[in-house]
């Protein structure tokens, strides 16, 4: 086994490790428990093995992904031993947290696509010689069927029941599958399989990380310790960040389109964003809301702040800058974008029919909704008509949807 101590001089105090490690913590099971694997950890110059699973059930990262990712950050740049578990094999069963249904089951292909574009995703954040990357098919894989029943036979459904989506489903009298009950318990056994230290977690995992604790214990090892972080908000200002939702920001997404998304959001949102989202400290977070409030900073200016950082994370300062620059043209100045997707059809085409094909609308309802509301325009002048046609031309269209999405569209 490979040697993974430090000098013990290598490992900052105690008090100050809690002190990044807390930073925007919603749960934590328990802060003494933690103290004492920090403690042991300095004197013994042995790092915390510190897990997050995250299950490729679709391609994308998104913003809310990296609140997770700060915090294993955290922890890296402490010193600690962070693992990231790709959940290739609990993907195919399906994470049941906060769903009313049933969640579809995803093909060990569809799995291994997505698996592949996290990898590449995750270290925008993570330092790749430090991360730890391993698949729970590793293990899981050979747990067999054996050892599925011998670690069902370690928790009773009515302990399982006390979760709030199992639940509300059962009092509801909506369908709740086998295999979805299995979920927590497979993810428990993520923990048993590393000796896990600490597992994160969003808020809303709280029930699958705690079984892993009972499940420890239940295995003879020293039980994990649960830090949960918060759910992000997305640009809505309303619904936690999904892609399904339409207000997420995705990792791959570009410095103009993190940056003009971000100028979206809410003003008292980008408080909670800041905090999760950037390594500013509390104290210089304060500060600027200090700032806006006696009036000495805007808070437009706190939020292209915001947005510079963010774009600067995932692409740099130089197209960060490009991208503020662009935005101020755009939206302040009523100008077009640089650059902009193009798209060639054969007309004609019903308008609905024409965003939907150039994804500017995500159906052919939203288009319809997105046209009645006067969010289209067509070459400058705005079009109210879902029966509009247009003919073919040499110059292609101008399309602008909503505030943010532009094209030209070639009708032939």
Known sequence: MTDRSKPKSEFAPVDEQLDLLLRGVVDLVTEDQLRDKLTRSRQTGRPLTVKAGFDPSSPDLHLGHTVLLHKMKHFQDLGHRVVFVIGDFTAMIGDPTGRNLTRPQLTAEEVADHAETYKKQLFRILDPDRTVVDYNSRWLDKLGSNGIVRLAGRYTLARMMERDDFRSRFESNQAISLHELLYPLVQAYDSIALEADVELGGHDQIFNLLVGRDLMKAEGLEPQIVLTVPLLVGTDGVEKMSKSLDNAIAVEDSASEIYGKTMSIPDKLMWDWYLLLTELSDSEIEDRRRSIANGDLHPKQAKQELASRLAADYHGDEQ??????????????????????????????????????????????????????????????????????????????????????????QIS
């Open 320 to 409: 960060a800058a490009r991208a503020a620059a662009e935005f101020e043209k755009v939206f302040a100045a009523g100008g077009l974008p640089e650059e902009m997707p193009e798209h060639s059809l054969e007309g004609p085409m019903a308008l609905p029919r024409m965003l939907t094909q150039t994804g500017l609308a995500r159906s052919n309802n939203e288009a319809r909704r997105l046209i009645q509301q006067g969010a289209v325009t067509i070459d400058g002048e705005r079009s109210s008509d879902p029966f509009l046609e247009l003919a073919a031309r040499q110059e292609p269209y101008l399309f602008k949807v909503g505030k943010r999405r532009f094209a030209k569209i």
